[in-house]
């Protein structure tokens, strides 16, 4: 049976980096502060007016590519996760296939947040499965930077996020021992509300009613934009923390042993866990649980914040990079984040 491997990866995060001291110009916090509920030292920013999600997933894709041996013109299928696209619509997918100047093949957009890039991987793993593709460019791009609350009333959340990309090729193998082995994929809707992006929507405020009890009717007719909405801090994310902390770290070791199990393996079999991004605290907690070693575990939150969609690939690649992966290694991708969503992937390298 055919089975999924990554022929090629690549990651790219902007030039510009944004120290916590340097947050000190528009919110009150501190290094420490930041240091010690995430784990963060530092993020990326992308130029405002340069640089784009889609560009950044160019400028990943364009490394994954090269180092599949291929070209652009030999993709036959794009899967573009993110949160933050370059318009409303259309996605980020058709952009990028203009950008790449790439056949008409089809481009699949994904909205699954901090587990974008695990799910379209899994569905990339399906079409090369059935044979229906036989090179799937798989992307996890973010923009976080233009749309945050930089002030002390939205720090909770703005310390916490960076920009860049990371995408995978994904192609056929008949090896046996290599490839995606399992997929796992969640969700749990009753959460929806603790970690969102509001408006602009068009929900009209059907799911939230107190949330717009201070709003006239007026004002709520207009829902998808109104001034009241950014006097409330409604066109930005929205989180709570304790309650996303009280969740993950439940969610990311089952959702990992789901994987091990399904394949008859355990936590001593792997080689290197990439967990989403999400928070060092969140990330160390399911280590000690899982009893990892540090060998065991690769974080690099602390230099590019959470980046979301693009979280998983930019730590795989980087630790690909540094040699932290080789060829027959057991490697689990695991993510948790918005809506609830969850989700693992585990291979052999």
Known sequence: MKKSIIAGIGMYVPTNVVTNNDLLKYMDTSDEWIQERTGIKERRYAHRTEET???MGVEAATIAIERAG??????????FATLSPDYYFPGCGVL???AMKMKEIGALDVRNQCSGFVYALTVADQFIKTGMYKNILVVGAEKHSFGLDFSTRGRNVSVIFGDG????????????NRGILSNHLHSDGESAEILAMYN???HANHWMPEKYASFDQAEIGQMFFSHAMIDDAQ??????????????????????MEALNA???????INLLIPHQANLRIAQFVQQKLKLSDNQVYNNIQQYGNTTAASVPIALCEAWEKGKIKEGDLVCLAAFGSGFTWASTLMRW
């Open 200 to 202: 602009p929507g068009t």
């Open 96 to 98: 990028l296939q203009r």
């Open 165 to 176: 990309a990371g995408a995978v090729v994904l192609q056929p193998t008949e090896e046996a």
């Open 53 to 55: 999600t889609t560009t």
């Open 235 to 256: 066109v930005f994310p929205n989180m709570d923390g304790p309650a996303v902390f009280k969740k993950a770290v439940v969610k990311f070791p089952e959702v990992i």
């Open 70 to 79: 291929i070209t652009p013109q030999d993709i036959d299928f794009i899967i």
């Open 263 to 269: 394949n008859n393996l355990q936590t001593t079999d």
